[in-house]
C-alpha cells in the first residue's frame, strides 16, 4: 500500500489554500495533496468576478450592526468580524516577510469603505452606527455625513440627479481594502507546490470514508474517467456548495441534520472608465425588505489583474445547482431522512426570503436597473453589462426549538477525532 497522505485538502479555493499554507507553515514536513475538480484553481466562489472582495471587514456593511428594540446598535458582530479580517491581514504580512507571497498590490489594494443610506429612517440609524463603532480602535477614522457635497467629495456618482430634498447619509473609511481572492488563491497554492505539495486538477472526489484509522478518499479524473484511491491522515473539505454531499458521504455523526440551499446571484458591471475613475469605493446600502444579508445591494469597485471595474448588485436568482459548475439534481441528491425536517422548518420560517427570492426572478430587467439608479441616479444602461456571480448554499441546521434554522455565515463541520 502506498504511504498516506499527511494531509488532503479537497477543493482548489481559498479556504483548502490558507489551510493548506497554515499548516506549510507549521509542520513543513508533511505530505499535502490538493484535489480540485476543474482545470484550475479558484474558479467557483474565490474567482473575484463571483465575490464583492470586501473581505468582510464590517466597515461597511450594514448586516453586522443590527438595530435592537430599544434603538441602540449592536456592534459585537461587527467587531468579531473585523478581528477575523485583521488576522488574516496579519498572515498574509506574515508570508509576505518570509516570501512565500508576491507584492501584495497583486491581491489586495486600498479601497474606501463606505455606508450610503436615504430616508430620515436609515438616516437615523446611520448616525447611531457612527457613534457607536467611531471610538473603538478597529474602526478608527470613520466619518460621518449628511452633507450632499461631502458625500460627493467622496464619490461622485452617488449624488447627481438626486432630489435635492431626499435625506441622505453615508459615512466612509479611507483604510478599506479591495481583495482579488482568486489571485490570492493562486499565489497561495503556488508556493504550497513550489514547497512539496501536490495538486491534481481535473480530479473529482466522489467518496470519502474512513478505513483503518485512515480515510480512503475515491476520485476520478475528468479525462477517461479512471477511478484513484488514496489514502489521508487528516482532510480538509473545502469545496464550496459540493461539501455538503462529501461529508454526508463520509458518514460522520456531525452532519446529521444539516441540508442546504442554493442561492445565485447577478452582478451589472460596467469596465468604462470614465465612470470607474469617479467611483473609487465600496459603498453598501441597506437590504430590501424580506432580503437575506447576502443581498445587501452595494456598489463596488474591483481591481482585477491590475484592471479596474464597477460592480453593482447582488440580484438574486435560483439554481438547483450547489456550484456554478454543478448538477441540477445537486439540491435532490442533498436530502437525507435527517435533514428533511430541519429544511422544512426552515422554509417556513423563511417565507418572506422566498417572497423576495421570486420577485427577483419574476421582475423585468428595467426593475432590476432602477435598483442601481437608487445608488447612482444618472446611471444609463448602456454602460453595464449583467455577470453571473458564484453559486452560494446557505447552511440549514437542525434546532431544538424551531427544528430547522437558516444560517447565513460560514459553519465549521468538524469529526469528533
Known amino acids: ?183 490570492l488563491t493562486g499565489m497561495l497554492t503556488n508556493y504550497l507546490t513550489t514547497n512539496g505539495a501536490n495538486l491534481i486538477l481535473e480530479e473529482s472526489v466522489t467518496n470519502l470514508k474512513r478505513r483503518n484509522g485512515l480515510w480512503r478518499i475515491s476520485t476520478r479524473h475528468t479525462i477517461g474517467n479512471a477511478p484513484e484511491s488514496y489514502d489521508a491522515k487528516f482532510v480538509f473539505v473545502g469545496a464550496g456548495g459540493y461539501a455538503l454531499g462529501l461529508l454526508q458521504k463520509s458518514g460522520i455523526k456531525e452532519i446529521r441534520g444539516f441540508g442546504g440551499f442554493p442561492v445565485s446571484g447577478e452582478f451589472l458591471r460596467t469596465d468604462n472608465q470614465d465612470l470607474v475613475k469617479k467611483h473609487h469605493a465600496k459603498v453598501y446600502g441597506k437590504p430590501a425588505l424580506g432580503a437575506p444579508p447576502m443581498s445587501v445591494p452595494h456598489l463596488d469597485t474591483r481591481v482585477v489583474d491590475g484592471h479596474a471595474s464597477l460592480m453593482f448588485g447582488p440580484y438574486a436568482g435560483f439554481s438547483p445547482k450547489f456550484l456554478k459548475s454543478g448538477s441540477v439534481f445537486d439540491l435532490v441528491k442533498s436530502i437525507r431522512w435527517h435533514n428533511i425536517i430541519p429544511m422544512i422548518a426552515a422554509g417556513a420560517q423563511n417565507l418572506g426570503l422566498v417572497r423576495y427570492l421570486v420577485s427577483q426572478l419574476i421582475a423585468l430587467p428595467s426593475t432590476k436597473f432602477d435598483a442601481l439608479r437608487e445608488f447612482y441616479p444618472d446611471s444609463d444602461p448602456a454602460d453595464w453589462y449583467k455577470i453571473t456571480a458564484g453559486q452560494r448554499v446557505q447552511v440549514i441546521k437542525k434546532d431544538a426549538k424551531k427544528g430547522g434554522v437558516l444560517q447565513f455565515g460560514t459553519e465549521v463541520v468538524a469529526a469528533e477525532d
Not at 489594494?109 to 430616508?119: A, D, K, Q, Y
Not at 446611520?126 to 467611531?134: I, N, S
Not at 460621518?144 to 438626486?162: E, H, N, Q, Y
Request: charged share 20%.
Open 1 to 183: 500500500m502506498n504511504k498516506p497522505i499527511d494531509v488532503a485538502l479537497i477543493g482548489g479555493g481559498i479556504m483548502s489554500a490558507t489551510l493548506g499554507t497554515l499548516l506549510k507553515q507549521l509542520e513543513p514536513t508533511w505530505n499535502i495533496q490538493i484535489f480540485e475538480r476543474l482545470s484550475q484553481v479558484a474558479l467557483e466562489s474565490s474567482n473575484p468576478w463571483n465575490n464583492a472582495g470586501t473581505g468582510h471587514s464590517a466597515l461597511c456593511e450594514l448586516n453586522y450592526t443590527p438595530e435592537r428594540e430599544d434603538g441602540s446598535i449592536d456592534i459585537s458582530s461587527a467587531v468579531k468580524v473585523n478581528e477575523q479580517f485583521q488576522v488574516s491581514r496579519q498572515f498574509w504580512s506574515h508570508l509576505l516577510e518570509v516570501g512565500a507571497l508576491p507584492d501584495p498590490s497583486a491581491f489586495i489594494n486600498s479601497t474606501p469603505h463606505m455606508s450610503f443610506v436615504w430616508g430620515e429612517d436609515n438616516v437615523e440609524y446611520l448616525r447611531k452606527r457612527y457613534e457607536a463603532l467611531k471610538e473603538h480602535p478597529l474602526f478608527a477614522g470613520m466619518e460621518f455625513s449628511t452633507d450632499a457635497a461631502v458625500i460627493r467629495g467622496w464619490t461622485p456618482l452617488l449624488i447627481p440627479g438626486r432630489r435635492k430634498d431626499q435625506p441622505i447619509a453615508a459615512t466612509r473609511i479611507a483604510a478599506g481594502t479591495d481583495v482579488d481572492f482568486g489571485a
